[in-house]
Protein backbone atom coordinates (compact mmCIF):
# COMPACT_ATOMS: atom_id res chain seq x y z
CA UNK A 1 0.00 0.00 0.00
CA UNK A 2 1.27 3.63 -0.76
CA UNK A 3 2.25 5.51 1.87
CA UNK A 4 4.11 8.81 3.42
CA UNK A 5 6.06 9.19 5.99
CA UNK A 6 6.92 12.68 7.47
CA UNK A 7 9.50 12.39 10.06
CA UNK A 8 9.08 15.09 12.47
CA UNK A 9 5.70 15.77 14.11
CA UNK A 10 6.82 19.23 15.65
CA UNK A 11 9.89 21.29 14.71
CA UNK A 12 10.97 24.68 16.85
CA UNK A 13 13.27 26.94 15.09
CA UNK A 14 14.26 30.75 15.23
CA UNK A 15 13.99 33.04 12.51
CA UNK A 16 16.41 33.34 10.27
CA UNK A 17 17.43 29.56 10.54
CA UNK A 18 17.40 26.88 7.74
CA UNK A 19 14.70 24.53 7.45
CA UNK A 20 14.39 20.93 6.18
CA UNK A 21 11.52 19.08 6.75
CA UNK A 22 11.71 15.42 5.51
CA UNK A 23 8.49 13.33 3.65
CA UNK A 24 9.51 9.43 2.24
CA UNK A 25 6.75 8.04 0.22
CA UNK A 26 6.30 4.41 -0.98
CA UNK A 27 4.49 4.27 -3.99
CA UNK A 28 5.90 1.72 -7.00
CA UNK A 29 4.33 3.88 -9.72
CA UNK A 30 4.60 7.47 -11.77
CA UNK A 31 5.10 10.07 -9.26
CA UNK A 32 3.44 12.84 -8.76
CA UNK A 33 4.49 14.87 -5.24
CA UNK A 34 2.86 18.07 -3.51
CA UNK A 35 3.42 19.86 -0.27
CA UNK A 36 0.53 21.74 0.67
CA UNK A 37 0.64 24.44 3.96
CA UNK A 38 -2.10 25.44 6.21
CA UNK A 39 -1.73 28.48 8.03
CA UNK A 40 -3.09 29.24 11.43
CA UNK A 41 -6.72 29.53 10.86
CA UNK A 42 -6.84 29.33 7.16
CA UNK A 43 -6.95 26.57 4.59
CA UNK A 44 -5.04 24.17 3.19
CA UNK A 45 -2.95 25.02 0.24
CA UNK A 46 -0.31 24.64 -2.24
CA UNK A 47 3.15 25.15 -1.54
CA UNK A 48 4.59 23.45 -4.35
CA UNK A 49 4.35 20.41 -6.55
CA UNK A 50 6.75 17.71 -8.54
CA UNK A 51 5.13 15.51 -11.13
CA UNK A 52 8.04 15.76 -14.31
CA UNK A 53 11.19 17.76 -15.02
CA UNK A 54 13.66 19.69 -12.61
CA UNK A 55 14.03 17.31 -9.64
CA UNK A 56 14.29 20.82 -7.62
CA UNK A 57 10.98 22.73 -7.52
CA UNK A 58 10.74 26.02 -6.45
CA UNK A 59 7.44 27.11 -4.87
CA UNK A 60 5.70 30.23 -2.99
CA UNK A 61 7.52 32.10 -0.70
CA UNK A 62 10.84 30.85 -0.88
CA UNK A 63 10.44 27.51 -0.49
CA UNK A 64 11.72 24.04 -2.47
CA UNK A 65 11.67 20.60 -2.58
CA UNK A 66 14.13 18.32 -3.84
CA UNK A 67 12.91 14.81 -5.37
CA UNK A 68 15.54 12.30 -4.98
CA UNK A 69 14.02 9.54 -6.81
CA UNK A 70 16.59 6.56 -5.71
CA UNK A 71 15.65 7.67 -1.69
CA UNK A 72 12.12 7.78 -2.60
CA UNK A 73 12.39 11.64 -0.45
CA UNK A 74 10.72 14.83 -1.46
CA UNK A 75 12.25 17.15 1.42
CA UNK A 76 10.85 20.60 1.94
CA UNK A 77 13.53 23.19 2.19
CA UNK A 78 13.94 27.30 3.30
CA UNK A 79 17.07 28.46 3.39
CA UNK A 80 15.88 31.13 5.89
CA UNK A 81 12.57 30.94 7.85
CA UNK A 82 10.43 34.23 9.19
CA UNK A 83 7.64 33.87 11.86
CA UNK A 84 5.09 34.10 9.59
CA UNK A 85 5.99 30.59 8.60
CA UNK A 86 4.63 29.29 11.26
CA UNK A 87 2.13 26.22 10.28
CA UNK A 88 1.35 22.95 9.42
CA UNK A 89 2.83 21.77 6.43
CA UNK A 90 1.66 18.43 4.73
CA UNK A 91 3.69 16.02 2.17
CA UNK A 92 0.99 14.25 -0.21
CA UNK A 93 1.58 11.94 -3.28
CA UNK A 94 -0.65 11.46 -5.80
CA UNK A 95 -2.11 7.98 -7.05
CA UNK A 96 -4.49 8.19 -9.76
CA UNK A 97 -7.55 10.33 -8.45
CA UNK A 98 -5.74 10.33 -4.54
CA UNK A 99 -3.59 12.16 -2.31
CA UNK A 100 -2.08 10.11 0.30
CA UNK A 101 -0.82 12.19 2.72
CA UNK A 102 1.44 12.37 5.49
CA UNK A 103 0.64 12.86 9.18
CA UNK A 104 2.38 16.46 8.71
CA UNK A 105 4.76 18.84 10.39
CA UNK A 106 3.82 21.43 13.23
CA UNK A 107 6.47 23.94 12.69
CA UNK A 108 6.79 27.14 15.28
CA UNK A 109 9.26 29.77 14.29
CA UNK A 110 10.45 32.05 17.53
CA UNK A 111 10.68 35.63 16.94
CA UNK B 1 -12.78 35.60 -5.74
CA UNK B 2 -14.67 32.99 -3.98
CA UNK B 3 -13.27 29.66 -2.97
CA UNK B 4 -14.59 26.75 -1.44
CA UNK B 5 -17.02 26.64 0.82
CA UNK B 6 -18.54 23.88 3.25
CA UNK B 7 -21.08 24.19 5.87
CA UNK B 8 -21.74 23.80 8.24
CA UNK B 9 -18.67 24.79 10.36
CA UNK B 10 -19.45 22.56 12.98
CA UNK B 11 -21.96 19.67 13.49
CA UNK B 12 -22.59 18.15 17.42
CA UNK B 13 -24.39 14.89 16.61
CA UNK B 14 -25.61 12.48 19.16
CA UNK B 15 -24.41 8.81 18.47
CA UNK B 16 -26.82 7.47 16.11
CA UNK B 17 -28.17 10.74 14.42
CA UNK B 18 -27.28 11.04 10.30
CA UNK B 19 -25.85 14.20 9.36
CA UNK B 20 -25.20 16.56 5.84
CA UNK B 21 -22.23 17.74 5.28
CA UNK B 22 -22.25 20.24 2.65
CA UNK B 23 -19.34 21.91 -0.07
CA UNK B 24 -19.93 24.75 -2.58
CA UNK B 25 -16.73 23.88 -5.05
CA UNK B 26 -15.02 27.06 -7.13
CA UNK B 27 -17.45 27.88 -9.96
CA UNK B 28 -16.28 25.75 -12.72
CA UNK B 29 -14.02 23.40 -11.20
CA UNK B 30 -14.65 19.65 -12.76
CA UNK B 31 -13.10 17.46 -10.09
CA UNK B 32 -14.43 17.35 -6.73
CA UNK B 33 -12.93 16.23 -3.34
CA UNK B 34 -13.53 14.74 -0.08
CA UNK B 35 -11.19 13.96 2.72
CA UNK B 36 -11.28 12.66 6.83
CA UNK B 37 -9.13 14.59 8.62
CA UNK B 38 -8.84 12.94 11.85
CA UNK B 39 -7.37 14.77 15.28
CA UNK B 40 -3.12 14.95 14.51
CA UNK B 41 -3.47 13.04 11.24
CA UNK B 42 -3.02 13.82 7.71
CA UNK B 43 -6.05 14.40 5.21
CA UNK B 44 -7.39 10.57 4.32
CA UNK B 45 -9.30 10.50 1.18
CA UNK B 46 -12.95 9.35 0.89
CA UNK B 47 -14.49 10.13 -2.51
CA UNK B 48 -13.78 11.96 -5.67
CA UNK B 49 -16.37 13.32 -8.52
CA UNK B 50 -15.59 14.43 -11.94
CA UNK B 51 -18.71 16.72 -12.58
CA UNK B 52 -21.69 14.62 -11.28
CA UNK B 53 -19.60 11.42 -11.75
CA UNK B 54 -18.56 10.20 -8.86
CA UNK B 55 -15.21 7.80 -10.33
CA UNK B 56 -13.68 6.57 -7.05
CA UNK B 57 -15.71 5.95 -3.82
CA UNK B 58 -12.81 3.67 -2.55
CA UNK B 59 -12.00 5.56 0.80
CA UNK B 60 -15.63 5.70 2.25
CA UNK B 61 -15.37 3.91 5.61
CA UNK B 62 -18.54 2.05 5.72
CA UNK B 63 -21.90 1.96 3.93
CA UNK B 64 -22.90 4.32 6.30
CA UNK B 65 -21.20 7.17 4.49
CA UNK B 66 -22.35 8.16 1.17
CA UNK B 67 -21.54 11.29 -1.18
CA UNK B 68 -23.64 13.06 -3.98
CA UNK B 69 -23.10 15.75 -6.83
CA UNK B 70 -26.25 15.18 -8.78
CA UNK B 71 -25.69 18.31 -10.95
CA UNK B 72 -21.96 18.39 -11.11
CA UNK B 73 -21.17 21.52 -8.58
CA UNK B 74 -22.56 21.14 -4.92
CA UNK B 75 -21.55 18.15 -3.39
CA UNK B 76 -23.06 16.51 0.30
CA UNK B 77 -21.73 14.25 2.24
CA UNK B 78 -23.79 12.32 4.10
CA UNK B 79 -23.53 9.95 7.35
CA UNK B 80 -26.12 7.97 8.67
CA UNK B 81 -26.22 6.48 12.00
CA UNK B 82 -23.06 8.76 13.16
CA UNK B 83 -20.29 6.64 15.57
CA UNK B 84 -17.59 8.28 17.78
CA UNK B 85 -15.24 7.03 15.72
CA UNK B 86 -16.94 9.20 12.84
CA UNK B 87 -15.05 12.27 14.98
CA UNK B 88 -13.53 13.92 12.34
CA UNK B 89 -12.97 16.92 10.43
CA UNK B 90 -14.44 16.84 6.54
CA UNK B 91 -12.52 18.48 3.87
CA UNK B 92 -14.01 19.31 0.43
CA UNK B 93 -11.38 20.46 -2.25
CA UNK B 94 -12.08 20.91 -5.78
CA UNK B 95 -9.67 21.16 -8.97
CA UNK B 96 -10.28 22.89 -12.40
CA UNK B 97 -9.50 20.20 -14.06
CA UNK B 98 -9.13 16.07 -14.08
CA UNK B 99 -5.32 15.65 -13.87
CA UNK B 100 -4.33 14.57 -9.22
CA UNK B 101 -1.57 17.08 -11.05
CA UNK B 102 -3.99 19.69 -10.56
CA UNK B 103 -3.75 22.09 -7.34
CA UNK B 104 -6.64 20.92 -5.21
CA UNK B 105 -8.36 24.13 -3.41
CA UNK B 106 -9.88 23.24 0.16
CA UNK B 107 -12.55 24.53 2.05
CA UNK B 108 -12.57 25.64 5.65
CA UNK B 109 -13.74 21.76 7.25
CA UNK B 110 -16.61 20.78 9.26
CA UNK B 111 -15.46 19.87 12.15
CA UNK B 112 -17.95 16.91 12.97
CA UNK B 113 -18.08 15.86 16.56
CA UNK B 114 -20.36 12.76 17.36
CA UNK B 115 -20.77 12.81 21.14
Known amino acids: AQSVSQHNHHVILSEAASLELGCNYS??????LFWYVQYPGQHLQLLLKYFSGDPLVKGIKGFEAEFIKSKFSFNLRKPSVQWSDTAEYFCAVGSNYQLIWGAGTKLIIKP | GAGVSQSPRYKVAKRGQDVALRCDPISGHVSLFWYQQALGQGPEFLTYFQNEAQLDKSGLPSDRFFAERPEGSVSTLKIQRTQQEDSAVYLC?????????????FGPGTRLTVT
Open chain 2, 93 to 105: ASSLERAITDEQY
Open chain 1, 27 to 32: YGGTVN
